[in-house]
C-alpha cells in the first residue's frame, strides 16, 4: 500500500450490499484489526474497511436505512465535518470503527 493512497467508495449496491452483509454478520465474528486502509481482519476472515465501519454501526441503530443515510450524508465534528464514507475512502476507518465502538459502549452520546 502506497502512502496516501485513497480507496474508492463503494457504489450504492455495492455499499447495499455491505451493509446487508454487517446486519447478517454472526455476533461471533469480531472485528480483530485493519489490514492496512481498505481492509480489515475478522475471527472468521477479511472484510473491506467499509463493512467493518457499517458493522458496528449496526450494532448502535437497529435501522439499516438509517444507518446507510449516517454513512454517506452525516458530518462528524471530530473529524473535520466528512462523513464516514469520505473517512473510509481517504483510509481512516480505524479511526470510525474506535469512535462507533465509544458510541456503543457508552463512553460517549
Known amino acids: 500500500m502506497k502512502a496516501g493512497h485513497v480507496s ?12 446487508s452483509a454487517a ?3 454472526d455476533p461471533r ?9 481498505c481492509e ?16 458496528v454501526a449496526a ?9 446507510m443515510d449516517w454513512y454517506r450524508q452525516e458530518r462528524i465534528a471530530e473529524f473535520g465535518h466528512l462523513t464516514a464514507e ?3 475512502s481517504l483510509g481512516r476507518a480505524e479511526a470510525v470503527v474506535v ?3 465509544s458510541i456503543r459502549d457508552g463512553q460517549r452520546d
Open 8 to 19: 474508492r467508495p463503494a457504489t450504492g449496491a455495492a455499499l447495499s450490499a455491505l451493509l
Open 23 to 25: 446486519y447478517r454478520a
Open 29 to 37: 465474528d469480531r472485528l480483530i484489526s485493519p489490514i492496512g486502509d
Open 40 to 55: 480489515y481482519s475478522t475471527l472468521f476472515g477479511r472484510i473491506p474497511a467499509a463493512q467493518a465501519v457499517l458493522r
Open 59 to 67: 450494532q448502535i441503530e437497529p435501522e439499516p436505512a438509517a444507518v
Open 86 to 88: 469520505q473517512l473510509v
Open 99 to 101: 469512535f462507533l465502538c
